[in-house]
């Protein structure tokens, strides 16, 4: 029973480089999310998605976008990355349970940005 | 807005000691509250629910809609506890925020 996978888990990126976090969910859940943790920071939004096709911004969504192409399927790209972006990212899932859903996480993306 | 504050960032004590982790929220609305520990090595897991009003591993937090809290507290700590603890508020349109993270350690 995988849960959320994350691909890749560990990444290194020179300043001005693309690229994609797949996050995948084989629990058939409509929410999903994309959070970054930094130290003294805690875990920030930065996207996150309702349902398929839909998207919606976090609490610090600029330099990331995302699709939801697929239920099961998250991806959060990084267009042209920064060294601000240096960070450990968290794909989370939940059911659609009105409010009380359990979020259930991935291991974690650590992304260094040189 | 929803914002949760998590002032303290270490929390260290003797193992048998009480503790309490405090969270603070801020939301215009009714608010749904979690807590949520991440141990060494290991993902990210769900604690506990306000809704619930359950206590896991002897962990129990009260929502306190007055004081805009949702503390977490044990009444004697053990080594194992020894983790990260998210305080989180689900709100509007299914937009789950966490705080800051405090970092509890339990000494022999």
């Known amino acids: 029973n995988a849960g959320v996978t994350q691909t890749p888990k560990f990444r290194v990126l020179k300043t001005g480089q693309s690229m994609t976090l797949l996050c995948a969910q084989d629990m058939n859940h409509e929410y999903m999310y994309w959070y970054r943790q930094d130290p003294g920071m805690g875990l920030r939004l930065i996207h996150y998605?309702?349902?398929?096709?839909?998207?919606a911004k976090g609490e610090v969504p600029d330099g990331y976008n995302v699709s939801r192409l697929k239920k099961q399927n998250f991806l959060l790209g990084l267009e042209s990355a920064a060294p601000s972006q240096t960070s450990v990212y968290f794909c989370a899932s939940r059911v659609l349970a009105g409010h009380t859903g359990e979020l259930f996480f991935g291991e974690g993306s650590r992304l260094t940005v040189l | 807005a929803q914002r949760v504050t998590q002032p303290e960032k270490l929390l260290s004590v003797f193992k048998g000691a009480p503790v309490e982790l405090k969270c603070n929220y801020s939301y215009s609305g009714s608010p749904e509250l979690f807590w949520y520990v991440q141990y060494s090595r290991q993902r990210l897991q769900l604690l506990l629910r306000h809704i619930s009003r359950e206590s896991i591993k002897g962990f129990t937090a009260d929502l306190n809609k007055g004081e805009t809290s949702f503390h977490l507290k044990k009444p004697f700590a053990q080594e194992e506890d020894s983790a990260m603890y998210y305080c989180a508020l689900s709100g509007h349109g299914n937009k789950l925020v966490f705080g800051a993270g405090t970092i509890l350690r339990v000494k022999s």
């Open positions: 998605s309702v349902g398929e096709g839909t998207t």
